[in-house]
RNA sequence: CGGGGAGUAGCGCAGCCUGGUAGCGCAUCUGCUUUGGGAGCAGAGGGUCGGAGGUUCGAAUCCUCUCUCCCCGACCA
């Protein structure tokens, strides 16, 4: 893509609504445009960086055994009726009447639409367990929306939902899906920590919350340093041995990791060495629940069993906050000057930036490296704009592209370009080939 | 929902107290000069002063009502 001819309109000053580092970032950056409070627009920028988000929570939750459809946003009152929330959840639930005056409402989560199409579509203990979920904009009507799109009140969430005839069965459901968590949130350069939940209006007795570490953070947190070194990446994971995902998750649940509303200090000290004990902030970017039959006892989401007796089937429930993350990443990756983004979420893989639009040697060596670049599978960001170096440069930090490649009068008669990383641990004059070379080596995370 | 604050050009703001027909910086457009960290000069365009009523010869300014947005708190992917 060339810079001239993207659609990224960046701010040189902060708006005034923008308080915490993500939000103004955003504005600045020309990622999202506020519509209403708690309701954005995304732009061309943000939008890329949303679909990145995405893509890696899809590949996880498929890699899980989760399988993705599509549930609307609008539903009818009568489901919600069935489970007894429709006068439960609130003010937060945005009630909508049509043209008939049938009672319609925007989904803020999906439990009863899919128990209801489970209910009436699943016969027999065979056909289970089942993992379905599905990545849709929720609307929930918040007093307060604020910090940007890390608490709007449309926001865009994978939701997933397993279904077992056991308690055992959704045990290794939960897990599966507490373990592809761990990998998801890995994946995007983020440390997400497991901690003990309470479980909230969704109910159930079991449940954890996913909390990427930042200063901004809504949650205080309270955990053992030891946690923030596990990797669990490196490993290949079996989803089918349940051994394998509880060894995983013991390595998280033994030590001390816990938010404000569960944290004890009196156990904290005693557990964690003093050198180990972190307090911070965190924000959560996911949930699990167990709720067991919950929904599927007034839906009547029942099976009929191995022995022909109808068994009414355990349920949990699973969410990844995926336009919230956006924000969760960047309040986690950044300094002074921008956003510093993991190279898997990246807008693009690599920027160039040309000093010297008009002078031959400049622009046939950024046609050079843009044009390779691309045929190598690289995103590239081409900024051939007539401007300034500083402006560029001002530019080329503040949206963050992982890899720059600066491209000017002064290096090229000595035929070098510069190389150089976002976050700061690589800055080298080398040769085009050689840059070219480094960059197509470089993983995208 | 309790408490506080703000709406004036795309963004940031001044003007309001003490009414007299709207201004500054940045951005935008044109031209020339510049070009390795947000350039300089010259010129130009752009505003229902959130909205509705009222007071007045005259309202961005005073009064009443209203809408929207933000911040702190309580609540939440």
Redesign the pocket.
Do not use: C, W, Y
């Given at each position: 893509m060339r810079l001239s001819q993207f659609y990224l309109?960046?701010?040189?000053?902060?708006?005034?609504?923008?308080?915490?580092a993500s939000?103004r970032l955003m504005l600045?950056a020309g990622m999202v445009r506020?519509s209403?409070?708690?309701?954005y627009t995304w732009l061309p920028l943000g939008h890329r960086v949303l679909r990145r988000i995405e893509q890696i929570v899809r590949e996880e939750q498929d890699h899980a055994g989760a399988q993705e459809m599509l549930m609307p946003t609008i539903q009818p009152a009568e489901v919600w009726r069935k489970s007894g929330r429709y006068d439960d959840y609130g003010?937060?639930m945005l009630r909508i009447i049509d043209r008939h005056e049938r009672e319609l409402l925007y989904g803020p989560t999906n439990e009863e639409l899919i128990t209801e199409i489970f209910a009436a579509t699943v016969r027999s203990y065979r056909d289970l367990p089942k993992m379905l979920y599905h990545i849709q904009w929720?609307f929930?009507d918040?007093?307060?929306?604020?910090?940007g799109?890390?608490?709007?009140?449309e926001?865009?969430?994978k939701d997933c939902y397993s279904f077992d005839l056991d308690y055992e069965g959704a045990v290794r459901s939960y897990r599966k899906m507490f373990v592809s968590y761990l990998r998801t949130f890995a994946r995007m350069g983020l440390k997400a920590i497991p901690m003990e939940a309470?479980t909230?209006?969704?109910g159930g007795d079991l449940s954890h919350?996913f909390i990427v570490l930042a200063p901004t953070g809504?949650?205080a947190v309270f955990c053992d340093r030891e946690v923030l070194d596990i990797d669990v990446l490196s490993e290949d994971v079996d989803y089918g041995d349940d051994g394998a995902l509880g060894a995983v998750i013991d390595r998280f649940t033994r030590v001390y990791a816990r938010t404000e509303e569960k944290h004890v200090a009196a156990d904290f000290e005693k557990t964690v060495p003093e050198a180990r004990r972190y307090e911070g902030r965190g924000i959560?970017?996911?949930?699990v629940f167990y709720f067991g039959k919950k929904y599927s006892t007034p839906m009547g989401a029942v099976v009929t069993g191995p022995d022909g007796q109808a068994v009414t089937v355990e349920m949990g429930s699973y969410?990844?906050?995926v336009?919230?993350l956006v924000g969760a990443i960047i309040e986690a990756c950044h300094d002074d000057?921008?956003i510093i983004w993991p190279d898997a979420v990246a807008p693009f893989d690599v920027e160039i930036i040309n000093?010297?639009p008009?002078d031959e040697a400049c622009d046939a060596a950024c046609m050079e490296a843009y044009a390779k670049l691309q045929s190598a599978g690289k995103d590239v960001l081409y900024d051939d704009r007539?401007?300034?170096?500083?402006?560029k440069?001002?530019?080329?930090?503040?949206i963050g592209i992982p890899w720059r490649m600066?491209?000017?009068?002064?290096?090229?008669k000595d035929g070098?370009?510069?190389l150089?990383r976002r976050d700061g641990t690589v800055a080298d004059e080398v040769s085009l080939a050689v840059a070219l070379d480094r960059l197509a080596a470089a993983a995208r995370g």
């Open positions: 309109p960046t701010l040189k000053e902060t708006p005034k609504e923008a308080e915490i939000h600045r506020q209403s409070a708690g309701i003010p937060e929720k929930r918040e007093v307060r929306p604020r910090f799109v890390m608490r709007g009140r926001f865009l969430m309470a909230g209006p969704i919350e809504e949650s959560e970017v996911g949930q969410g990844i906050g336009s919230r000057n921008g000093l010297r008009g007539d401007e300034r170096p500083g402006v440069f001002a530019d080329a930090d503040l600066v491209i000017g009068p002064r290096g090229i070098k370009v510069e150089k």
